[in-house]
């Protein structure tokens, strides 16, 4: 008994030495190509053209070449998470590929304009099987915006002007009105 204990405190110990870390492990329930193309947001064809890694996965530049489910921006950012065991998937710089887009996976978030995509939806060897269930192919929506300015403001100070001369309007007829209301007669 005391052998026991001694030898359960020597591996706590142990385990305090070394350190430990969090684990994650990417367990995929296996899919048909008909529930992959359901489940999906969209599925595109595109090529990454920058891929940037970071502590909880990666955020990769696509260039859609057509999508399916929905019509795409011809380019658009998705989020995955580290392929290490989040299941997260590995897109390589200008290698054309098969993208199921949805869950990013291993607990990584996307803003509002980003794509997630994960091991899980993406590990299908027959892509062709999946575009097949996912319906017809549109091309991708030409930006308006200059690339790499996911922020840009454009559209937005045009709105602000829109609400200043509207502003400045009612303000106008307002003090007509009151003008006109004072007068005698």
Not at 30 to 41: C, H, L, N, Y
Not at 51 to 70: A, E, F, P, Q, T
Not at 85 to 92: F, P, R
Not at 135 to 161: C, E, L, M, N, W
């Amino acid at each position: 008994m005391v052998a026991l204990v001694a030898g359960l405190v020597a591996c706590a110990a142990l385990s305090a030495a070394v350190g430990t870390s969090p684990a994650c492990a990417c367990s995929c329930a296996p899919s048909s190509p008909e529930q992959i193309a359901d489940r999906a947001g969209a599925i595109i064809v595109g090529t990454p053209v920058s891929v940037k890694h970071d502590g909880l996965g990666s955020r990769n530049v696509v260039r859609v070449v057509r999508s399916y489910k929905r019509r795409m921006p011809e380019t658009i950012t998705i989020v995955s998470a580290s392929p290490a065991g989040a299941c997260g998937i590995t897109l390589t710089e200008g290698k054309t590929q098969t993208i199921v887009l949805g869950w990013p996976g291993g607990g990584v978030t996307t803003k509002g304009d980003e794509w997630g995509a994960s091991l899980c939806d993406n590990m299908s060897s027959n892509a062709a099987a999946v575009i097949a269930h996912a319906g017809p192919a549109f091309s991708p929506i030409k930006s308006t915006k200059p690339q790499g300015d996911p922020g840009s403001s454009g559209s937005s100070r045009g709105y602000v002007g829109i609400g200043v001369a509207a502003g400045a309007g009612l303000l106008l007829a307002g003090g007509t009105a009151l003008i006109l209301k004072r007068r005698p007669g």
